[in-house]
């Protein structure tokens, strides 16, 4: 576990609170709800137990895979899913090119498989192929080490842009920010459903609410918009933006569901 946190915060009581929501409109509990310091510890303490440590190249990939199979899975089968990988023996990129049959039985062949189990083989395997070729992971580690400025939204762009050069497959804004606050960065901000519902409960969200069955979901550039929206946020109560959403999707997640380990991760 990294035990390194990039934005500390002074602990000034469990019940200091340091948002206050409006009703969830998804939810069956029909009253506002507040975010307090212990719900923002509870996010640290997710966080430093979901990152990647050592950050090496191994475990890099490896969180890669990971955040590939968050997409549309619930955190438990999202983590099922990984396990079944590793279990198999298919964790480096190497294994999963040589053994493309193989992955393609795991996941598109047998009864417990992804939402869209060909896409997700062919996500995988074409971003193991984008990692064996790319300097980026390097770079990421490099960053990371030095301390050089470099800003986790700045990789993120560079994997999830179209155009980008370094654009990594299966890797839209959404997992490539999940994967760059893995690595470390807590500058991004994860949006997944839950977040754009918080949006939307707060008049931030002018779009058509994304549908997972849609090909794509939040573009880019409207992505970068929120993102810029719950930064402030963050930055108004001296939090980073990763911890901020953490925080929120965590309360989120447990008003939306009665069994709150039941949900979608990012």
Known sequence: ???????????????KILFEGAKISRSKIDENWI????????????????????LNLENMF??????ILSRAEKF??????????????LDTPEKIIDNLPKLENLFQNSDYKPVYPEKTVKNIFLFSSWWSNSNLPWEIIESKSKQDGKTGIEFRDRIAKLKSPDK????????????????????VVIIDQHMCYFL??????????????????????????LEKIMTNMAIERDLSPTI??????????????KHKNQDKLF
Request: glycine share 8%; with cysteine.
């Open 1 to 15: 576990m990294n035990k390194e946190i990039s934005f500390p915060q002074e602990n000034n009581g469990d019940n």
């Open 35 to 54: 975010l307090t310091q212990k719900d923002i510890e509870l996010g640290q303490k997710f966080y430093q137990e979901e990152r990647i440590y050592p």
């Open 62 to 67: 490896k969180g890669g895979l990971e955040s």
């Open 76 to 89: 438990i089968k999202q983590k099922r899913l990984f396990n079944i990988l590793l279990e198999n023996n």
């Open 168 to 187: 990594a497959p299966g890797m839209g804004a959404k997992i490539a920010s999940l994967f760059i606050s893995l690595c470390g960065f807590e500058d």
């Open 200 to 225: 939307e409960d707060h008049g931030h969200f002018p779009w058509k609410m994304p549908d997972r069955k849609e090909r794509g979901g939040l573009w880019l550039s409207r992505y970068k918009d």
């Open 244 to 257: 901020f959403q953490l925080s929120l999707w965590n309360k989120y997640r447990q008003r939306n569901n």
